[in-house]
């Protein structure tokens, strides 16, 4: 059974970082890429990163280069996306995503299984 | 990336068939045979309701169904059901190791 498990929400003052989590299955964190989305207030969602089991880079939309870190740790099975110099803008839903496959290039480039998403408010 | 261009909003009633647009560009839908859509119910987290423009996943209806032609995909819904009420978003493969998505469309059964 696919599990994407998310921490929980955030509060954070303008100018911080936030570090949110994605616990996956075994089978998921060693076959699988993680996109990590988002999606404001009343708003449509953003694409913000994927990063590979294969050790390819980790690829980000050009809005978030430099400012966001995806990592993957093994011993826990999870996957991080660390966002830093948050404005009130970053107030978001961040939903982490996993893509069907590493292996091939179509599979990674959409999301059969979503987590339940992170509230982050960035606010003074 | 510029997002997609999808219909701010959409309606239909039940029974009817709708079809919802999603415009890109030739660097991003127009070259890429990786389109996906999504529908978000409110307060719930998206679903995946087709890939690779035209698929399926398992346990999706096939009231959904979806094509691609130029620059522009189209989602399709047949048969409405007041459950099909929700936000769905086309994404598209746009190169460089990169997504873009539409800004979303609702649509309302009435």
């Known amino acids: 059974q696919v599990q994407l498990v998310q921490s929980g929400a955030e509060v954070k003052k303008p100018g911080a970082s936030v570090n949110l989590s994605c616990k996956t299955s075994?089978?998921?964190?060693?076959?699988?890429?993680i996109h990590w989305l988002r999606q404001a207030p009343g708003q449509g969602l953003e694409w913000m990163a994927i990063?590979?089991?294969?050790?390819?880079?980790?690829n980000f939309a050009q809005k978030f280069q430099g400012r966001a870190t995806v990592t993957r740790e093994a011993s826990t099975r999870t996957v991080f996306m660390e966002l830093s110099s948050l404005t009130s803008q970053d107030t978001a839903i961040y939903y982490c995503?996993?893509?069907?496959?590493?292996?091939?290039?179509?599979?990674?480039?959409?999301?059969?299984?979503w987590g339940p998403g992170t509230l982050v408010t960035v606010s003074s | 990336q510029s997002a997609l261009t999808q219909p701010a909003s959409v309606s239909g009633s039940p029974g009817q068939s709708i079809t919802i647009s999603c415009t890109g560009t030739s660097s991003d839908l127009g070259t890429f045979n990786l389109v996906s859509w999504y529908q978000q119910h409110p307060g719930k987290a998206p679903k995946l309701i087709i890939y690779?423009?035209?698929k399926r996943p398992s346990g999706v209806s096939d009231r959904f169904s979806a094509s691609k032609s130029g620059n522009t995909a189209s989602l399709t819904i047949s048969g409405l059901q007041t459950e099909d009420e929700a936000d769905y978003y086309c994404c598209s493969y746009a190169g460089s190791n990169t997504l873009v998505f539409g800004g979303g469309t609702r649509l309302s059964v009435l």
């Open positions: 995503a996993r893509a069907p496959s590493h292996s091939t290039s179509s599979g990674r480039w959409y999301f059969d299984f």
């Open positions: 690779e423009v035209r």
């Open positions: 990063i590979d089991p294969s050790g390819r880079p980790t």
């Open positions: 075994e089978d998921t964190f060693t076959k699988n890429c």
